[in-house]
Nanobody
């Protein structure tokens, strides 16, 4: 199973980005998918998660600015990031719980988001 993340980049404060993460490989079913971020010198932390049914959980620090969604037919999760702030600068990783005979966690390679003027 591979997770391919894309969509990061450099954006000015107040700008927007949309991250995508597509899962491929021997997938019987995708369970919870989510996004995590890791800033330099800090631990990786939760940004948002979404279940197969569409129930979401979003960190307080990004609530109202970031929206997670998924396309189950495409095995893809998205993160729409609006009103970006310099403190959002981090590497963003997608994660999926995948059933391949057992439930396992898989991580994408990370995509850099830099918010700077």
């Amino acid at each position: 199973v591979q997770l391919q993340a894309s969509g990061g980049g450099l954006v000015q404060p107040g700008g927007s980005l949309r991250l995508s993460c597509a899962a491929s490989g021997s997938i019987r079913s995708l369970n919870v998918m989510g996004w995590y971020c890791q800033a330099p010198g800090k631990q990786r932390e939760l940004v948002a998660t979404i279940t197969t049914a569409g129930r979401t959980n979003t960190a307080d620090s990004v609530a109202g600015r970031f929206t997670i969604s998924r396309d189950n037919a495409k095995n893809t999760v998205y993160l729409q990031m609006n009103n970006l702030k310099p403190e959002d600068t981090a590497v963003y990783y997608c994660k999926a719980i995948v059933y391949t005979g057992a439930y396992l966690d898989y991580w994408g390679q990370g995509t850099q988001v830099t918010v700077s003027s």
